[in-house]
């Protein structure tokens, strides 16, 4: 995927109103801004489209056999996101275990001060694109690798046989086994897919926390028989149990990650970097870029502002600005469905129904194998309750580690090279220290490839898109960007001119200033 595919987070667009928003929800439309990329189309359903339960987020609402959502729920749906009273959305059909994630929380991000400064995302790829069969044939793969280890793929002959059919499609035209399942964000393609900062021990006060992690069994996928799909789908809790390795391991593989981020708290995976960054030097000042004061200064250094305190305190508060955006994103403005909605469609379609989308994925090898191993179509699940019963465009996941990340970019030398860096051994249960014949970590690299982890960990669990992940990162990123600039302008060091400016590389390779 070439740069040109992304849309910059410092695209100048218009903003539509929030009543004007209500609106196109009604109308079941889902906007575009400018600066979107080509390959992005806008989505234009019909309400009517949009009821049948094939072109928007159903799950826990009552569907038929065929996995349409009931087209009175539907329309009950739509009408709780018009209106965003409670009221509405008790009224909703849903009466089992598995309850709605917050959708009220998409409107607490109008309240924010920073919310104006937010782009909004480009419009989720349509139904019957051509992208989102792309899209899914991406998601198709990864469920089929998901136990192959990532430091195998180059000479894994399933990795081969995937690379020869992405490399067909425009969203990964030049994949490599090196590239596979990356963004190709600046140093992210260098060395190993798993960033360092998801195996290095993690400064936890005068203790060293290992991570080393409980895994489930390699073949445990949940969802790919349609009485299972259409329990989970109704909200029932699932009946499958996910069964985990007695060991911990270090993370090796696309089920092992996804795990990671199935489990993890919100800003989990920052909060450690920060960490991490902070005890991967021989002193604090050696981690801060040339734009601190502190790095010079001749008698003071920072902590509660620019300094150690501030990093590890900033990852919780830009998550909070990051959920609030995302949610506002999710509810309010595209409620795109998720994957497994989509591979209940390319059931459907294997078997010789119409349901709107593009032949590309139905005809695949990808598609062909999981029905020869699984018996369906359906995308098989990494989790037994398959995806969280929220929208999927963005993934929230992929918007908090944008925004962490890029604070720590913010904040800490990109350019430095980790002092120590690790490995986990072939079988995954120790650790040696970095293959030397590889790049040196550098400290902008690996937190670039620690949001994709995040990010695509979602992926390979089969609950996101590459959209999702992308679209989120930047979202993330451009929230990072609003809440730096607010705090540079209320420090004492930015009033009285010490601070000039935050600045970080960007996703896209662009350089940020705020």
Known sequence: ?????????????????????????????????????????????STAKRASGNAAFGKTLPHDASGN?????????????????????????VTNEIRLVNPLAAYAWDKDPLAPSVIKLPAFPAL????????????????????????????????RDAVAELKKTKLNANVTPQTLFRLGTPGENDGYWISQMLWMPVPFGAQNQWQAYRVPFKGTDFMTSWPEYLKVANG???????????????????????????????????????????????????????????????SMNGFVTLGPGYAQNAMGMVCDLALKACWNEKWVRHRALRPEEYGALVDRSVRGETVGIHPLIVKSDAVKRVREKFGSALLPQAFPEGSPAHPSYPSGHATIAGACVSVLKALFDENRKLRFAMQPT?????????????????????????????????????????????????????????????????????????????????????????
Not at 12 to 29: E, H, I, Y
Not at 81 to 93: F, H, N
Request: aromatic fraction near 10%; charged fraction near 20%.
């Open 128 to 159: 019957d694109s051509e992208r989102l069969a792309e899209e899914a044939l991406e998601l198709y793969w990864m469920a089929l690798l998901r136990d192959v280890p990532l430091w195998d793929y180059e000479r894994s002959s399933l990795v």
């Open 236 to 298: 029932e809790w699932p009946p499958g149990i996910l069964n985990h390795f007695a060991d911990l391991y270090y993370l090796r593989s696309g089920r092992d990650v996804g795990e990671y981020v199935h489990w993890d708290f919100c800003n989990q995976a920052g909060i450690n970097a920060a960490a991490i960054l902070l005890g991967n030097t021989h002193r604090p000042r050696e981690a801060w870029p040339a734009g601190n004061p502190y790095k010079s200064s001749r």
């Open 426 to 514: 072939r079988d995954g249960k120790d650790w040696e220290n970095h293959n030397p014949n590889l790049p040196a970590p550098t400290v902008g690299g690996e937190l670039n490839k620690l949001a994709m982890n995040i990010s695509v960990g979602r992926n390979f669990a089969g609950i996101h898109w590459r959209s999702d992940a992308w679209q989120g990162m930047l979202l993330g990123e451009s929230v990072a960007a609003a809440f730096l600039k607010s705090e540079r302008q209320k420090s004492a060091e930015g009033q009285q001119g010490w601070q000039t400016s935050f600045e970080f590389t960007g996703f896209a390779g662009n350089r940020v200033s705020c």
């Open 1 to 45: 995927m070439s740069r040109s595919d992304f849309t910059s987070p410092n695209a100048t667009v218009d903003q539509p109103s929030r009543r004007d928003l209500l609106k196109l929800a009604a109308a079941g439309v889902t906007t575009a801004v400018a600066g979107a990329a080509p390959s992005v189309q806008a989505a234009t359903e």
């Open 69 to 93: 959502v009931n087209a009175s729920a539907a329309d009950a749906f739509e009408a709780a996101t018009q209106s965003a009273k409670i009221a509405d959305w008790e009224r909703l059909p």
